[in-house]
């Protein structure tokens, strides 16, 4: 009896997932057509080089910020912690005159952040909302501290590399995130700790039932968040060849719009990092395209409010579908 009933569960589950691809190739396809209707540079290999390197960082903290949404949590505060984490790499780097001491100090300022998130989330069991809205102003406040509240130029060419460097037209950081996206999906979807994850999401206390321990989950998965923050970081400054206390502002709510987007519940449990691949990439091409065609900045901020609005709006009705 089990088995007839699982697998049409399976079935319509993955019928929905390849609707909801289904639909997010066809925007981005539509989305494409028509920005390059309105620019013919929309598909120049130049344009295509800047929209990629744009939506790299976008890509990691997308990735990670699935992670967090998958068990029913969220992080306001990668933005802020981008900024933190390339100052302390900045200054690592500046006063040893060691890239790899400033990699190391990047990525280890912003698992920091994240352990913080994941002790008083996943341990305190205090709300994802509240602490990271405390971290997203805490990192942010650090960052200014580090900084002086101005930037940094970088001109070390280590550092630099994998943000700033292009393949002919495709930037080294567009294989990169690639093969983080290849990392993580074995992570998600081939180990333990990837099937605690969903199982976070789903129902936390259950999961403890079974003899999971999600508390401990959630501290790692908001570590790794952090770890992907400070990689973010590095190719930040690479790409503008200095380090700045206001980078990544508003780019938790440009990852939670691409997540969601891309089919990930806010209620946690239910995702898929592919979804979230495409929807940083038709939230990119919008982006993008509104920048090439003038659209005015303050009207830019607008549509993205409408975006998130109506992701969300599409996600509350899908939930409450499933029902």
Known sequence: MPSTTQAPKLSLSLDGLMLRYAVLVGLIIIASVGFSLANDNFYSLTNLGILLRSISVLFLVSMGMTFVMLTGGIDLSVGSNVAFSGGVGVVTLTSTGSATLGFIAAVLAGM?????????????????????????????????????????????????????????????VIPFVAAVFVGLSVLLYKTVFGRDVYASGSNFNTAFVLGRRPDQTLVWVYVLTGFLAGLSAIITV??????????????????????????????????????????????????????????????????????????????????????
């Not at 990271?132 to 070390?156: E, H």
Request: charge should be positive.
């Open 112 to 172: 920091a952040i994240g352990w913080v998130n994941g002790f008083f989330v996943g341990r305190l069991r205090l709300s994802a909302f509240m602490v990271t809205l405390a971290t997203f102003a805490l990192a942010r406040g650090l960052a200014l501290v580090i900084y002086g509240a101005d930037s940094i130029n970088v001109d070390n060419a280590t550092f630099l590399w994998l943000g700033g460097t292009s393949w002919g037209n495709m930037p080294v």
């Open 238 to 323: 690479g790409r503008v060849s200095s380090g700045q206390p206001w980078t990544g502002l508003y780019l938790e709510f440009d990852a939670i719009t691409a997540v969601i987007l891309g089919g990930t519940a806010l209620a946690g449990g239910r995702g898929r990092l592919m979804g979230t691949i495409l929807g940083v990439l038709l939230y990119g091409i919008i982006i993008n395209g509104l920048v090439l065609t003038g659209t005015n900045p303050f009207l830019q901020s607008l549509i993205k409010g409408l975006i998130l609005l109506g992701v969300v709006l599409l996600d509350a009705f899908t939930q409450k579908g499933r029902n």
